[in-house]
């Protein structure tokens, strides 16, 4: 209670997502973001861990529900843990990476969530839309590449 009202306690915890770079050729998918956390950024599909899911099916769930993309082989890349302090809502978020390929290279993606993202293309790895989800922009100027290398091709997780 604080000057005679009672005040909501707000708890801050962190969150656990899941974001997938889908590969095609040299290219990687990506969305602009309509969020409080990140808006107008370029990102990963991806979205939230849900209770009993492993990554992989929370990887291909998101794709799918974000972009009517099915998910081919997928595989663990790293793990990041974010606080976002600037933000309008403070967040903390523990990401787990995956890369993946699609089921079928043809398929096309589709916004199916317009009012979280300004829709979806491919681009080049070396010519990275700006600017970018907080997240991806730090892995990239560490120098992180999610493309597998030829002694270390695409595994299932």
Known sequence: MQNGVVMEETKLEPR?????????????????????IGDSTFALPGGHLEFGENFEECGARELEE????????????TVTNTVFLEEPKPAHYVTIFLRAVLADPNQVPQNLEPNKCDGWDWYDWD????????????MVR????????????????
């Open 66 to 77: 974000e972009t009517g993309l099915k998910m081919g082989k997928a595989e663990y890349l």
């Open 127 to 138: 010519k990275l839309p700006q600017p970018l989800f907080w997240p991806l922009e730090k």
């Open 16 to 36: 656990v997502g899941v974001a997938v770079f889908v590969l095609k050729g040299k290219s990687v998918l990506l969305g602009r973001r309509r969020s409080s």
């Open 142 to 157: 560490s120098g992180f590449n999610p493309f597998p290398s030829q002694s270390h091709p695409l595994h299932s997780c």
